[in-house]
């Protein structure tokens, strides 16, 4: 596989992402409905947002996420604070279908604030003498004047073939190690 200098990403499903704290929130297509609140039992699907900053402005029983044939639908369900989705304050029991990207906050202010997003996970790389930190480079390096193995030579070819991989060049390391070299 060659590899083309990009990140590779596997979709994992969707998920609200809670913006203030970077943490996401699994939406399992398998369910039907999923609550948002500081619920006192909590029901599996539920998001219970009891330990996030200004859960204070969040009711038990918010809002709820529901999904229909792979379409996901909004609705306040009575909160205290209000809904919003992309800052326009939703109507209480209304359905408003999300999209990829949209922004969820929980009350007034953006201060419980989710994004509705596809959650992505970076595929790792495959490993190549670049990344794998188990590579060894092992290299002779001889002075043209004496037959002898030397260091400072040997940079030139070892940077001459890696260069584009160093941010320095070869003639200020050389000048480095003349001032080493006893």
Do not use: C
């Not at 990009?6 to 943490?23: A, C, K, P, W, Y």
């Not at 996401?24 to 039992?41: E, Q, V």
């Not at 379409?71 to 999209?99: A, M, P, Q, W």
Request: net charge positive.
């Amino acid at each position: 596989m060659q590899n083309s200098g990009r990140l590779q990403t596997i979709s994992l499903g969707l998920e609200l992402f809670h913006v203030q704290t970077d943490t996401s929130f699994a939406l399992p297509s398998t369910l039907t409905t999923i609550r948002i609140g500081k619920p006192k039992n909590q029901l599996l699907g539920d998001i219970n947002v009891s330990d996030l900053p200004n859960a204070n402005f969040v009711s038990r029983l918010h809002a709820e996420i529901q999904i229909e044939k792979k379409n996901y639908y909004l609705v306040d369900v009575g909160s205290s604070n209000g809904t919003f989705l992309n800052n326009i304050r939703v109507e209480e029991k209304k359905r408003y279908r999300l999209n990829l990207g949209d922004k969820i906050d929980l009350g007034p202010g953006s201060k419980v604030t989710f994004l509705f997003l596809n959650k992505q996970k970076v595929a790792p790389e495959p490993p190549t003498s670049l990344n794998n930190p188990s590579t060894v480079i092992q290299m002779e390096f001889l002075d043209t004047r004496n037959r002898k193995p030397f260091f400072i030579d040997g940079l030139g070819k070892f940077f001459g073939i890696f260069g584009n991989i160093w941010n320095y060049s070869w003639r200020s390391l050389k000048k480095l190690f003349n001032k080493l070299r006893p």
